[in-house]
Structure formats: C-alpha cells, structure tokens
T-cell receptor
Framework: DAKTTQPNSMESNEEEPVHLPCNHS???????IHWYRQLPSQGPEYVIH???SNVNNRMASLAIAEDRKSSTLILHRATLRDAAVYYC????????????????FGKGTHLIIQP | EPEVTQTPSHQVTQMGQEVILRCVPI?????FYWYRQILGQKVEFLVS????????KSEIFDDQFSVERPDGSNFTLKIRSTKLEDSAMYFC?????????????FGNGTRLTVT
C-alpha cells in the first residue's frame, strides 16, 4: 500500500464538523482511498472509500483533491461516540483473485471530542 | 447487521503453551484475515485466507502460527508455542470479495496475555 500521512491527533467540539486530512502524494491511478476508524477497545471499522469523486454515506463524507494527492474525511456533526483513531489507507483496485490484499494501517489520527 | 464474532474475548496462557483463537466471519464472505495490535502500537497484518489456503502472510506470521477454516463457518488462528511477545489484541476480519475494495469487517478482538 502506498504511504499516507496524517496528523497524530486532532481535537474538536461535540456537534461541530470535523475535517480529518490525509496526504498521499505518491498515490497511483489505481489506488482507492479508504478510511477506517478504531473506537476504544474495539476492532477497526470501515468508514468510507473513494477514487476520484467526493463520496457521502451515513457515517461521513470524503472529499478528494483534484490531483488526488490529498483527501479529507468529514464528520458533519461530531458526537462523543466519534472519538477514535482514524486511519487513511490506500488500496489498489483489482479483481479479487486472492493475492496481496491485507490492509496496512499507519498510526492514524487520534480524534478527541470535547463535550 | 451481520457481525464478525471472536471468542474468547480474553485468553490468558503460559509461555510455551498452544492457543487457538476462534472467529466466526460473516456468513457469505469469502476472504478472511487475522491482524494483531500490541498495546499502544499499530494494527499489524498477519495473514489473509481465501479458497481454503493462505493468500498472503506477513513476516510476523512465522512457523509458530497457523490458520484453519475447519468447518465452513469458523476461522481459527493457532499459536503453537506462545512467547511473551505474542501478548496482543488479535482481530479477525472478513470481506465479501467481489472486488478488493469491498470493505473489511472486523471483530472486536481477543486479548491474548502470555505470562
């Protein structure tokens, strides 16, 4: 997996939007941008992924820069339950025939939500 | 919503003993994984499994480790002779497998303590 860079930690207030940045300047044309998060004492949880266009789902939005060298995960209205470590991971898109597909987790961004 | 379930939630064993960590992946998923997370460190990939064989393994997954899908529903990780440094959270994950970008679904882990 190509390398990503994220801030070690960020702090936000409850019920405010949160923008979590990720830099991936060496991204290749076939890499998808995935976000996972890990709540305290739980396993990682899929959040969202995208290729070029911005993406929305019930958990978050993903804004992808035009040159794809950076992206931002947006939590529209953070709650205390969103306090977690957020991981930005690049994944190659290919037909799943077995082969190398383990996710490579970095240190992620530790998001702290203040009440 | 279907979940990946792991048992036991906490396993304590003595150094040199064999342990088996158990996982029930989501029923229609085709790809299975084990990850580990030593306290305070990154989530690390151990092994991926597809079509009843290992498709990828990391350097951590040495001869002391093995995986098995014995009955079509369980997915197990065996550590033959545990060492102190095997103490960690072990996460099982599965994914549907239509494309490599299908998200991984993680269990909440087994905490292994080797004394």
């Amino acid at each position: 997996d190509a390398k990503t860079t994220q801030p070690n930690s960020m702090e936000s207030n409850e019920e405010e939007p949160v923008h979590l940045p990720c830099n991936h300047s060496t991204i290749s044309g076939t890499d998808y941008i995935h976000w996972y998060r890990q709540l305290p004492s739980q396993g990682p949880e899929y959040v969202i992924h995208g290729l070029t266009s911005n993406v929305n789902n019930r958990m978050a939005s993903l804004a992808i820069a035009e040159d794809r060298k950076s992206s931002t995960l947006i939590l529209h209205r953070a709650t205390l339950r969103d306090a977690a470590v957020y991981y930005c991971i690049l994944r190659v898109d290919s037909y799943s025939g077995g082969g190398a597909d383990g996710l490579t987790f970095g240190k992620g961004t530790h998001l702290i939500i203040q009440p | 919503e279907p979940e990946v379930t792991q048992t036991p939630s906490h396993q304590v064993t003595q150094m040199g003993q064999e342990v088996i960590l158990r996982c029930v992946p989501i029923s229609n998923h085709l790809y299975f994984y084990w990850y580990r997370q030593i306290l305070g460190q990154k989530v690390e990939f151990l092994v991926s499994f597809y079509n009843n064989e290992i498709s990828e393994k990391s350097e951590i997954f040495d001869d002391q480790f093995s995986v098995e899908r014995p009955d079509g529903s369980n997915f197990t990780l065996k550590i033959r002779s545990t060492k102190l440094e095997d103490s960690a959270m072990y996460f099982c994950a599965s994914r549907l497998g239509d494309r490599i970008n299908s998200p991984l679904h993680f269990g909440n882990g087994t905490r292994l303590t080797v004394t």
